[in-house]
């Protein structure tokens, strides 16, 4: 059993910064596969990045491309996700996820969340 827990959600205006945290409850985080999905009110859940140790890499969803990076501080167990230039359209309940061994971007795919953080982007 894996147990994720998130932080750093909030508010803040139209082309300003946020970075989420995850923490992941496990001997074996190498072997995690770790995932950030968002869903806006009304909207379906939607991948924005992932990232393995498997050899897959990282991943982001071309919305975000070149405005937010997922990355990893394996010493702590933890996932991180930078957001920058954030736009109304970034407004969503950010989820951690986990699986093993390999990322997937279909959130089915994962057997492990967080409990969601918001995140209101105002213009």
């Known amino acids: 059993q894996v147990q994720l827990e998130e932080s750093g959600g909030g508010w803040v205006q139209a082309g300003g910064s946020l970075k989420l945290s995850c923490k992941a409850s496990?001997?074996?985080?190498?072997?995690?596969?770790m995932a950030w999905f968002r869903q806006a009110p009304g909207k379906e859940r939607e991948i924005v990045a992932a990232?393995?140790?498997?050899?897959?890499?990282?991943y982001e969803v071309d919305s975000v491309k070149g405005r937010f990076t997922i990355s990893a501080d394996p010493a702590r167990n933890t996932i991180f996700l930078e957001m920058n230039g954030l736009k109304p359209e970034d407004t969503a309940v950010y989820s951690c996820?986990?699986?093993?061994?390999?990322?997937?971007?279909?959130?089915?795919?994962?057997?492990?969340w967080g409990q969601g953080t918001q995140v209101t982007v105002s213009s």
């Open positions: 990232m393995d140790w498997a050899g897959r890499g990282t």
């Open positions: 996820a986990a699986r093993w061994f390999r990322y997937e971007i279909t959130s089915d795919a994962y057997n492990y």
């Open positions: 496990t001997r074996t985080f190498s072997n995690l596969a």
